[in-house]
């Protein structure tokens, strides 16, 4: 059984550049949630999508964009990248409407804004 | 404004020490998670609770809901451990939350 996928595993793009990372979630999970973490601190929520729509938002400018398709994976685009995007961005997934909300982590992207 | 403050922020011990890392946040939580980052990044999760107290192995995690305090034992600690564990609360609010993380307890078990 899968757990979740994420890739690439690193990334290294010009300030100024626009990033896709991509996202599988765990088999059986209907919900995917990104983070991002710097170095050092814990992660911040970005989004949340659940039935293809973005439900809950973090403070998060609008560069940062995602997608998920209708098999559940979902993709994190984020534009006009700055130095300070540079972190780790985590993939969650989870399954709605369950009595135990679990979440499953991909080992996340290493992006490097140079 | 949700917070999920931890200590300490690094801990050194030798190997077979019993180990505390403490969690306090600041409002009514549907669920507190503990998890494990190990240096590749990817994290497991190792606790989710919402009262009382659950056990897995050499691990122990607490909740107090009355003080919003949470702790994480490690018995008989290993260097395997050594990890950076990161407690996170959710506020359901009758759907699916998101995650709000404290930056992470660093833990070096010496041998």
């Known amino acids: 059984d899968a757990g979740v996928t994420q890739s690439p595993t690193h990334l290294i793009k010009t300030r100024g550049q626009q990033v896709t990372l991509r996202c599988s979630p765990k088999s059986g999970h209907d919900t995917v949630s990104w983070y991002q973490q710097a170095l050092g601190q814990g992660p911040q929520f970005i989004f949340q999508y659940y039935e293809e729509e973005e439900r809950q938002r973090g403070n998060f400018p609008d560069r940062f964009s995602g997608h998920q398709f209708p098999n559940y994976s979902s993709e994190l685009n984020v534009n006009a990248l700055l130095l300070g995007d540079s972190a780790l961005y985590l993939c969650a997934s989870s399954a709605q409407g369950r009595a135990y909300y679990g979440y499953t982590f991909g080992s996340g992207t290493r992006l490097t804004v140079v | 404004k949700n917070e999920v403050e931890q200590s300490p922020q690094n801990l050194t011990a030798q190997e077979g020490e019993f180990i505390t890392i403490n969690c306090s946040y600041s409002v009514g939580i549907s669920a507190l998670h503990w998890l494990q980052q190990h240096p590749g990044g990817g994290i497991v999760s190792l606790f989710m609770?919402?009262?009382g107290k659950k056990k897995h192995g050499r691990l122990i995690a607490t909740i107090n809901i009355q003080e919003k305090h949470s702790s994480l034992h490690i018995t008989a600690s290993h260097p395997r451990d050594s990890a950076v564990y990161i407690c996170?609360?959710?506020?359901?609010?009758?759907?699916?939350?998101?995650?709000?993380f404290g930056k992470g307890t660093k833990l070096s078990v010496k041998p």
């Open positions: 996170a609360e959710t506020n359901y609010g009758g759907s699916q939350g998101n995650l709000i």
């Open positions: 609770l919402s009262s």
